[in-house]
């Protein structure tokens, strides 16, 4: 879960909130493979808050992991006991299959009533500002939640290219279905019959089936992603952060480029060469005269 | 009867996938039994694991029949508990059994289907191609596997299926595609608190049952779980919750008290 700072009716200490002013709570974590069936993955918690750390001392809150499994049903929160600031929570990868996300928080362990803290953000909050009260699970900080692959995938995990596929519909119109772990890109029967003999006649024509089947095909699919759609669970949205993390595209990088454009860079610039190779196969492409 | 566990090998999902429509619809709309399983004995596509099951056929007549859902759930629970959710998550596994051991109930199930969108939903209840979640409970042997899954109730002595057998009393297949795809049901105690208060909602003749009990159940929990883990709730505090909020929310069908 994304836990989203601008829904909380109370403030909350986080590096993506101002409701805070003056302190700070982050984590580091590391993974650590300890046999094939167990994984650990080590919390270490920093807070820099005395109001939060006098709730944490008198146990009315604490720190936790809450872990999730992205496209799987496994889903256990972690809280840390007594008065510590490190966990070490083993995992047997086999039980979560796939990604996992990870939120890291501080929460109330029980009713809190009247919450007042001195480092409420005065723009926002007056000087005798306090939360009326809060119920036992009440986030009170949390960090940006965390991504990691972690369990066996039944398969191996899909490169770009093996992230589509192309297949055959009964309808009328071309249509991109974004809704399984893979992506497929369904053509009218007859269309698809065509595509597959020409997509092994030559290198030069399965090209330009590149350029002008599956490059739009991506380059829509990258727009619905821009758009903000949420494709977190699916193994293919998997494959394409990770291509997308090795060209070096960051969040607001790729948010501002041309869907089109970062479909190329993808595919490895298909159009550079697809027509020449297709008309030099037929030996109709001559550069200087032409 | 011991039987085999089954999954299909990836290249030929991949394959059965990719070419669902142009070669495979066909077999499953017009219920062509002898080529499916011809296909599905082939050992290229099929594997057998060494894992035995005590197979019991599933009843495929009267299917809208609650009473053969619950007794068709029971069955797959009994022959198949022992799996792990990350196994009773594989497509692998389902597109197997589905059309080997469980071929007949999936066919009739199929057969059924109105003609309305009926190749759409031959796929959808045949492979998984509505994302991970929503698809378990889609097709049509595995959604009874994760209602089992998640609705049978260890602290009922008396009857752990009285949830399991209010929740599919009436028309529950889109309940379950709505309701289970949720994040917070993986926590098995939350699940059971929602179902439990929609059940007590009904029978204190506060509502009547409808979709939206548990699309909108589902709401309400999303919306808490934005700011307080879930998971330190008690199945009661999460029934609690449902129960103080439910018939506030729209299109519920709340019966007024008789004046």
């Not at chain 1, 995992?91 to 409420?120: H, L, R, T, W």
């Not at chain 2, 005590?54 to 009843?59: E, G, Q, R, V």
């Not at chain 2, 999936?106 to 109105?114: R, S, T, V, Y």
């Not at chain 2, 599919?168 to 926590?187: D, K, L, Q, T």
Request: proline fraction near 3%.
């Amino acid at each position: 879960m994304k836990l989203q700072a601008d829904l909380f009716p109370y403030p909350v200490l986080s590096s993506v909130t101002d409701d805070y002013i003056g302190s700070s709570f982050s984590t580091k974590w590391r993974e650590k493979k300890v046999s094939s069936d167990q994984l650990n993955l080590e919390v270490a918690f920093t807070l820099d808050d005395s109001g939060l750390r006098n709730l944490i001392k008198n146990k009315r809150a604490v720190y936790a992991v809450h872990v999730e499994g992205i496209s799987s049903s496994y889903r256990k929160l972690f809280p840390v006991e007594g008065n510590k600031d490190k966990i070490i929570i083993s995992i047997d990868p086999s039980e979560v299959g796939g990604d996992i996300e990870m939120n890291m928080v501080i929460m109330a362990c029980k009713e809190i009533g009247s919450y007042q803290n001195k480092n409420f953000n005065p723009e926002f909050y007056d000087s005798d500002y306090k939360v009326a009260s809060l119920d036992k699970g009440d986030i009170l900080a949390f960090c940006p939640y965390e991504k990691l692959t972690l369990g066996v995938s039944n398969k191996d995990k899909p490169s770009v290219e093996s992230m589509m596929r192309v297949s055959a519909t009964k309808g009328k119109f071309m249509v991109v279905d974004t809704d399984g772990d893979v992506i497929y890109i369904r053509l009218p029967e007859q269309t698809h019959k065509l595509y597959k003999l020409l997509s092994k006649s030559s290198k030069g024509q399965e090209q330009l089936l590149m350029v002008t089947i599956v490059l739009p095909a991506l380059s829509h699919v990258i727009s619905e992603v821009q758009r903000g759609e949420d494709f977190e669970d699916k193994e293919w949205y998997s494959a394409l952060q990770d291509k997308l993390k090795k060209l070096n595209y960051g969040e607001e990088s790729f948010m501002q480029e041309d869907a089109m454009k970062i479909a190329q860079v993808l595919l490895g610039c298909p159009l550079d060469n697809a027509f020449e190779m297709f008309y030099n196969e037929r030996g109709e492409f001559d550069e200087g005269k032409n | 009867m011991k039987e085999r566990i089954k999954y299909v090998s990836d290249t030929f999902l991949d394959q059965f996938k990719v070419d669902f429509e142009e070669e495979y619809l066909e077999l499953y709309k017009l219920g062509n039994k002898k080529e499916i399983e011809r296909i599905f004995s082939n050992p290229q596509n099929v594997i057998e694991t060494d894992t035995f099951f005590d197979f019991k056929p599933l009843i495929s007549n009267n299917t809208a029949d609650s009473t053969v859902t619950i007794e068709n759930i029971k069955s797959i629970w009994s022959s198949l508990s022992f799996l792990a959710p990350v196994e009773a998550e594989s497509e692998k596994l389902w597109v197997a059994m589905e059309s080997t051991y469980y071929l007949d109930y999936h066919l009739k199930q199929l057969a059924e289907l109105g003609p309305q969108r009926k190749d759409t939903s031959i796929m959808s209840r045949t492979i998984f191609n509505n994302g991970q979640k929503r698809s378990l409970f889609i097709n049509n042997i595995s959604i009874l596997w994760w209602i089992a899954y998640y609705l049978i109730d260890d602290d009922n002595s008396n009857d752990k299926f009285h949830l399991v057998e209010y929740f599919v009393n009436n028309s529950y297949r889109g309940n379950a595609v709505a309701f289970f795809s949720s994040n917070f049901v993986a926590n098995k105690k939350l699940a059971l608190g929602v179902v439990e208060a929609i059940k007590e909602l009904t029978e204190e003749h506060k509502m009547i049952e409808n979709r939206y009990s548990y699309s909108n159940a589902n709401k309400i929990l999303n919306q808490v779980g934005g700011v307080r883990m879930l998971d330190l709730l008690t199945r009661d505090e999460a029934k609690a919750i449902i129960k103080n909020n439910l018939l506030d929310t729209e299109h519920i069908r709340v019966l007024k008290k008789a004046i």
